[in-house]
T-cell receptor, first 111, second 113 residues
Framework: KAGVTQTPRYLIKTRGQQVTLSCSPI?????VSWYQQTPGQGLQFLFE???????NKGNFPGRFSGRQFSNSRSEMNVSTLELGDSALYLC??????????FGPGTRLLVL | GEDVEQSLFLSVREGDSSVINCTYT??????LYWYKQEPGAGLQLLTYIFSNMDMKQDQRLTVLLNKKDKHLSLRIADTQTGDSAIYFCAETPRAGGSYIPTFGRGTSLIVHP
């Protein structure tokens, strides 16, 4: 099976812009989770989608949103970007034994 | 709280054993996990242990679980330079029916010749 894919891999934006990141899960995996990873805060959970519905949400402001499509692909959107949004954004799908399978991430730099 | 704690750094000599330690908080977690992250990559599942086990061995990897002390360790035998990476411990608390894993901050393993 192909792994989790994320696009784009790298992105540079300026403050105030918005960005959309995409994640394609492993075939057959219906749960998609998003994480933000920064050196200061570590790995922080953003939200989880299952069957096109947001099932869990982390403690992030409303500027962070997501959605999931009927084919389980997911997108996350960050509006009004701030410098502190610079991070590695990781997508993961859930397999057996609740294990998480991660994509390579999208590295976002906000200038 | 839901903190998973790990030491930040570990330095070992090539060929030695590495032991990475972790403490977790939620005794309801069914599984506990170790993930590895190499530079520029996402996290890769290394191994996991079911909470009713106290040891699991998988080639060079040995996981020890002490439920009483909520302590998890990962031992890497014959550590190689390719093992240099960040290692994350994770648990999946059951609070509220959620199965969202809680990750530690990661331990940077540095293997030197």
């Amino acid at each position: 099976k192909a792994g989790v894919t994320q696009t784009p891999r790298y992105l540079i934006k300026t403050r105030g812009q918005q960005v959309t990141l995409s994640c394609s899960p492993i075939s057959g995996h219906r749960s998609v989770s998003w994480y933000q990873q920064t050196p200061g805060q570590g790995l922080q959970f953003l939200f989880e989608y299952f069957s096109e519905t947001q099932r869990n949400k982390g403690n992030f402001p409303g500027r962070f949103s997501g959605r999931q499509f009927s084919n389980s692909r997911s997108e996350m959107n960050v509006s009004t970007l701030e410098l502190g949004d610079s991070a590695l954004y990781l997508c993961a799908t859930t397999g057996d034994q609740e294990t998480q399978y991660f994509g390579p991430g999208t590295r976002l730099l906000v200038l | 709280g839901e903190d998973v704690e790990q030491s930040l750094f570990l330095s070992v000599r090539e060929g030695d054993s590495s032991v990475i330690n972790c403490t977790y908080t939620d005794s309801s977690s069914t599984y506990l996990y170790w993930y590895k992250q190499e530079p520029g990559a996402g996290l890769q599942l290394l191994t996991y242990i079911f909470s009713n086990m106290d040891m699991k061995q998988d080639q060079r990897l040995t996981v020890l679980l002490n439920k009483k002390d909520k302590h998890l360790s990962l031992r890497i035998a014959d550590t190689q330079t390719g093992d240099s990476a960040i290692y994350f411990c994770a648990e999946t608390p059951r609070a509220g029916g959620s199965y969202i894993p809680t990750f530690g901050r990661g331990t940077s393993l540095i293997v030197h010749p």
